[in-house]
């Protein structure tokens, strides 16, 4: 495992590095910014946004310059990383994520899970794409939305995608990262929100399987098919998608619904062209699925799509399979409340930006360490993995050089916590209010 995060540190460093001898592509005003020498160069500033805590600015610079009573200001660093661009960090996080060892695949397919979580900012009545006046008393409040790609099986993010919440647009997320995506063999699971054609089609073409959850009933794609009348069943559908409305195709789609469809011009598809002109050729899209609908209790069930073939992955497999989308779920926790991106530490959009890909890559950083953890087995109830909150406390320190490899792996070992399955608790949504940079824990 030392030599694991030795190797990753050593990654982390020279990338930075890399990104300071070519400062002038990630700075607003090439030639001028970080030019003079001072305690706060560009590595420095990289390194503090990747350290911060959820702790106050003043906190988190003292850390790293190791309590020198000559540490930079916060005024000073505030100054520093508003010469960045958003895009340094963005970049950081991906050449992170191009550079590491990633080797737990799940049946020889990287398995990926998208899902979106918003990110409550301080109120900004200026910026009406993020902004919420707030109803029945309730405080105004700013959102951004992060969308992200993340490897259940290496538990990792690798790639994240940021707007602003009324500017929201999940499906636009999706396509764009999977047109960046350089994995060829995946499988992605999704919920609800990104259930459409045009997403299904983008798989499709990308080489991928799928296998997301919809809607059971109107204003989805099970809607309009013919299925069967049975509570579970499994139906495999050839769809011949087109815009064009002649007689003939209304025929087609009134004949067969399972096999021809129209799509109106407002629907997004990017495979068919939005306007036809009468004497165009007649032409389909061909989309190849699943619609699965399988039993969750006695009176729940649940309704997927998937192109994951049937004789390997029948209807029991997809529902161990779907239920492994959670893991995005709990890291979107971990994100936020183990590494305190909850507790910004900026007003400014484009430094919130910053924060956002800092976490994301802090949290990679962390949890690739983490797993190549040895845990000894004991004569135990319950199996033990390590203690996340503390490996990222530790993790953060080791990247700061306060921490050798043989005492991360000690520590590690150390902090473990007990794996008890099967254990579940209902969802209690709390809203927060952005913490106030007065009031910060120490």
């Not at 699925?289 to 029991?316: C, G, H, M, Q, Y």
């Not at 910004?344 to 360490?369: D, G, P, R, W």
Request: some cysteine.
């Amino acid at each position: 495992m030392s030599s694991q995060a030795a190797k990753l540190k050593k990654l982390m460093k020279t990338t930075i590095r890399d990104m300071a001898r070519n400062q002038a592509q990630f700075t607003r005003t090439p030639g001028r910014d970080f030019t003079r020498k001072r305690k706060l160069d560009f590595a420095s500033v990289v390194s503090i946004l990747l350290s911060m805590s959820g702790g106050s600015t003043t906190n988190s610079l003292m850390d790293y310059f190791k309590f020198d009573p000559n540490t930079a200001s916060t005024s000073a660093f505030v100054q520093q990383r508003a010469k960045l661009k958003p895009e340094a960090m963005e970049y950081l996080f991906q050449r992170f994520v191009q550079g590491s060892p990633v080797k737990k695949t799940f049946r020889g397919y990287r398995l990926l899970a998208v899902d979106g979580s918003d990110l409550r900012i301080f109120a900004d009545p200026n910026d009406p794409e993020s902004y919420y006046p707030g109803a029945n008393g309730q405080q105004p409040y700013s959102l951004l939305h992060l969308n992200a790609l993340f490897d259940l099986e290496n538990q990792i993010y690798t790639d994240a995608f940021i707007h602003k919440s009324r500017g929201l647009n999940e499906h636009k997320a999706l396509i764009e990262m999977l047109d960046r995506a350089t994995i060829q063999h995946a499988v992605l699971l999704a919920d609800r929100g990104y259930e459409g054609y045009n997403n299904l089609a983008h798989l499709q073409e990308k080489g991928w399987s799928y296998l997301f959850r919809i809607k059971d009933g109107a204003n989805g794609i099970a809607s309009g098919l013919a299925l069967p009348e049975t509570a579970e069943f499994d139906l495999s559908v050839e769809l011949h998608l087109t815009r064009r409305q002649t007689k003939d195709v209304k025929a087609l789609c009134l004949a067969d619904p399972n096999r021809y469809r129209w799509l109106p011009s407002h629907v997004t598809f990017d495979y068919l062209p939005i306007a036809n002109r009468k004497h165009d050729p007649l032409s389909f899209y061909e989309l190849s699925f699943r619609i699965v609908r399988f039993r969750l209790s006695e009176d729940s069930f649940e309704t997927v799509v998937t192109n994951l073939p049937a004789n390997t992955f029948p209807p029991a497999e997809l529902k161990l399979l779907y239920a492994r989308r959670w893991g995005i779920e709990t890291s979107f926790r971990q994100l936020k409340y183990t590494l305190g991106l909850v507790h910004f530490h900026a007003k400014k959009v484009e430094h919130i930006y910053q924060e956002v890909f800092a976490k994301l890559t802090m949290y990679n950083f962390s949890e690739l360490i983490t797993s190549h953890v040895v845990i000894q087995k004991r004569n135990t109830k319950y199996s033990y993995s390590v203690n996340f909150s503390a490996a990222v406390h530790i993790c953060r320190n080791f990247f700061l050089g306060y921490v050798s490899p043989p005492e991360l792996e000690a520590l590690l070992s150390r902090l473990l916590l007990p794996i008890r399955p099967g254990r579940s608790n209902s969802r209690k949504p709390v809203q927060r209010q952005p913490f106030s940079f007065l009031y910060r824990v120490a």
